[in-house]
Each structure stands twice: as structure tokens, then as C-alpha cells.
């Protein structure tokens, strides 16, 4: 499942670099859509997996319904001109969807054969969801004609700290043998920066 999201994360942030053109914003459009649909699907046959509880359909449920509503209530008020700034925020939530995934994922991370290939890709799926919502942010105050923030000396500052921060935890996690901790504390670290 995690190869998956991976896919679908690689695939948003993809979109989102062919809509920077007007030549290529129909595919990146269309590359955005099926990154979700797959991410979805996995989502889905995870959740019909023998095992599972009814909870986790109804919750699926629910956030299918609740994300149609919001969509197409957006979608209704969203003027023709702003077409773009919509496509924008829609890929964003995405994004935000593969950090929130990514970090979800985290708990179910063991100690098992195979654990530090997972990690790598929760990892991935935490860097390129969080690089898909920032850039689709970015790209949606441009299109609004809104200043974009200022990053100031000590914002700079704390970036890289916090990026120092990770990759000493991302070491121990592929270093150390047997232990998940540096993942599960990499992975909100991540999420900040």
C-alpha cells in the first residue's frame, strides 16, 4: 500500500509541475486526478481487507461524502477566472492528504523484516505530500495576485535546524538495527518543516 501512495504523492507533485505551463495543464490536471483516484483506491481495498472493523468503512464513508460536499460547493463558488487558484487548493488538500496519511501510516510501522524499506517510503510520502501542499500554496497566493510571506532570518534559521534535526533522526533509523523510534519521531519533525 505504501508503494501506492508513494505513486500518488509522485504523481500530485508531477501535476502540479505540468500545470505551471499553459501547453501542459490539461495533462497535469488529468495526472493530478488519477494520482488521487489511486491513492483512493488503495485507501478503499485497504479498508476491505479481512480483519477490518466497520468503523474504518464508515469513516471512509464519511470522508468520501464530506470531501464530495466540500468540493462541490467550492467548485459552485469559484468563478471561471479563478479556475486555476481552485485547481490549486484542490492539490494542496492532496498534498496535505499524503502528509496526514504518511504520519497515520506511522503507527502502524513494526520492527518486522522489511520495516526500514516502509520507513523510507513513509518518509518519501511525508517529503513529497509536504512539497506538493507548499508549492500548490505557493502556486495558489501567485495566481491570487497575494504577496507571498517573507521569510525572515530566524524562519531560515529554524529550517535548517529542523532539517538537521531529520537527517540525524533518518541516520538512526537506518543505522541503528531493529528500531522504529527515529521514524516515529522523524516523521512529525518532517510534517513542521
Given at each position: ?10 504523481g ?33 481495498y485497504?479498508?476491505?481487507?479481512p ?7 464508515v469513516?471512509l464513508?464519511?470522508?468520501l461524502?464530506?470531501?464530495t460536499?466540500?468540493g462541490?460547493?467550492w ?7 479563478s479556475?486555476?487558484?481552485l485547481?490549486s ?6 498534498g496535505?492528504?499524503a ?19 516502509a ?7 511525508v517529503?513529497?505530500g ?7 500554496v505557493?502556486a ?8 507571498m ?6 524562519h ?8 538537521l ?7 538512526s ?10 521514524i ?10
Open positions: 500500500m505504501g508503494i501506492l501512495y508513494l505513486l500518488s504523492t509522485i500530485l507533485v508531477q501535476g502540479l509541475k505540468f500545470m505551471g505551463s499553459a501547453g501542459k495543464a490539461r495533462l497535469g490536471n488529468a495526472v493530478a486526478a488519477f494520482s488521487v483516484l489511486l491513492a483512493l483506491g488503495a485507501t478503499t485497504s479498508a476491505i481487507t480483519g477490518t472493523s466497520t468503523a474504518h468503512f469513516i464513508g464519511l470522508l461524502m464530506s470531501g460536499v466540500i462541490r460547493i467548485s459552485y463558488r469559484v468563478a471561471m477566472t479556475m486555476p487558484q485547481v487548493l484542490f492539490n494542496a488538500l492532496g496535505l492528504s502528509v496526514l496519511l504518511g504520519l497515520n501510516a506511522m503507527h502502524t510501522l513494526d520492527n518486522g523484516p522489511g520495516h526500514k524499506a520507513g523510507v517510503v513513509l518518509i518519501l510520502g517529503v513529497l509536504g512539497i506538493a501542499f507548499t508549492g500548490s505557493a495558489y497566493l501567485k495566481l491570487d495576485g497575494r504577496r510571506p517573507v521569510a525572515r532570518r530566524a531560515r534559521l529554524a529550517a535548517r535546524a529542523l532539517l534535526v531529520q537527517l540525524g533522526l533518518l541516520l533509523f537506518l543505522l541503528l538495527p531493529g528500531t522504529t523510534l527515529p516515529k519521531a522523524l516523521l512529525p519533525v518532517m510534517a513542521l518543516l
